[in-house]
């Protein structure tokens, strides 16, 4: 999958995200039972482009906006599979 430049505007803010594949799967694989926030805001820094990070970095100091917004990254980066299990 190639890179994809997903811009938002969030609470009147425009943040853009140029997320990947290698911090798609680091941030998969720091995800543990206890703790999503952590990748979760873990990840948007890393992806985050620099020019929008100062903005970013003031949402991200509220609680519940990491995975919001995570949520929402992801929902455009990963594709749609369409999957069948066959007998």
Not at 23 to 39: D, F, H, L, R, W
């Amino acid at each position: 999958m190639s890179d994809k430049k997903i811009e938002m505007t969030i609470a009147g803010k425009d943040i853009s995200f140029t997320p990947n594949v290698t911090a798609y799967n680091k941030y998969i694989n720091e995800i543990t039972m206890g703790n999503k926030v952590s990748p979760a805001h873990n990840f948007l820094v890393r992806i985050v482009t620099p020019d929008t990070k100062e903005a970013l970095q003031e949402l991200l100091a509220l609680p519940g906006a990491a995975l919001q917004i995570v949520g929402k990254v992801l929902e455009e980066y990963t594709p749609e599979l369409e999957i069948t299990v066959k007998n």
